[in-house]
């Protein structure tokens, strides 16, 4: 099943290429549930910025971790994000 998801950037690794601010955030409505080897795409619910693409999605994510605090975090082939689930 599929969550609605605010998602924040929280680290690049040094010197991949950079897309997005670290601290920026995105939220929307999951394509798939975060999946190691397979990119993380969810479909934006609210646009932070007028050019933003309908659809956000990482590179191919490596590893899925869940934190001790319950927090879900996504780790790509260049950044680290936070995803927290906001709704059904």
Known sequence: MTERVRIQKVATRDGRPVNLDD??????????????GQPYAIRRSVVEHRDAPDVFATS???????????????L?????????????
């Open 23 to 36: 601290g920026h955030v995105v939220e929307g409505d999951e394509l798939a549930e975060p999946t190691p």
């Open 60 to 74: 191919p994510v490596r590893a899925v971790i869940t934190e001790k605090g319950g927090a879900i975090v996504v």
């Open 76 to 88: 790509t082939d260049n950044s680290r994000y936070r995803v927290e689930v906001v709704g059904r």
